[in-house]
């Protein structure tokens, strides 16, 4: 694999690959950024991937991203990402997870995993058998990230639409642990929320919950609604769904959902106001970094971060404006400035 020939390296700091094939286990961690404090953090992802390719790709885009997200919101540390190649409900197992555990320590506290899709609290505990630099609380930064897209999703109806969230139509695009919190805060603020997934049971039990409505995974991208949250898994925005869009604003916590940079220019040519992912879901990393740092005792510090959120979202779109970029253009700016800033300030 040409490494550092391939598109999606963004100057990371490390990037490993891993076997332990007596508990078959085969794993890749990057990690994009120690500084400011020489650790790193993200979730450990496990599914299968078409190839190791692919399943680098991810790793180095996801790393990336949280080193964004991190730099954006102010939190002290790097971003990282571990991807373990194979099915979950397949291939998961305790000797695996441990056989993981081992990898995370073999890189001395540069990176702390945390869970992430295809991954559990459980698995952490597992995991934190053979390493301590795991984060085994089992916090769900579900609802964090959740509040952080709906922040965002606030500030974007009111400068596409000119609008509140109240009777707007949004379609939630995953229905799972952080799109089911999305549709609850949603329905508070009085939006008009439909819901899919390729899961019935997510749809039923949101449907059932929430009393929202739902529609087909396979129409998603061509409902007639006012926003599209895409909260399930990337490259959902591609040459072949962004012609499809009836929407006028994209906000959602799904990490990646650019297949290629180049589609933030496709959907600015069709006048969609989208929300870099990389900003929309900061709320996550919020949550998780309020929960390592000790709960509620860590509010005062960490809460207010939040509350920045909508801020931050307005000055991405204030300076793609002023620029005449794209969105992700502007915060990709923004947030590169920021990591080279903690980079010179770490030497």
Known sequence: MALFDTADYDGHEHVSFFADERAGLRCIVAIHSTAPIGISGGGCRMQPYQDSQAALRDALRLSRAMSYKLALVGLPAGGAKAIILGDPARDKSAPLLRAFGRVVERLGGRFIAGEDAGTTPADMRIIGEETAYVVKGGADTARATAEGVVLAMEVAVARRLGRTLDRVRVLVQGAGRVGFHVAR?????????????????????????LGVSSIAPADVFSADVDVLSPCALGDVLNAQSIPKLRCSVVVGSANNQLKEDADADALVARGILHCPDFVSSAGGVIGAALDGAGGSAAATAFLPRMSQLPELTSKVFELAEKSGKSPHAAALGLARERVAELRRSSR
């Open 185 to 209: 805060e949603l329905k508070k603020r009085g939006a008009e929320v439909i819901v899919a997934d390729r899961d019935p049971r997510a749809v039923e039990r949101a449907v059932a919950e």
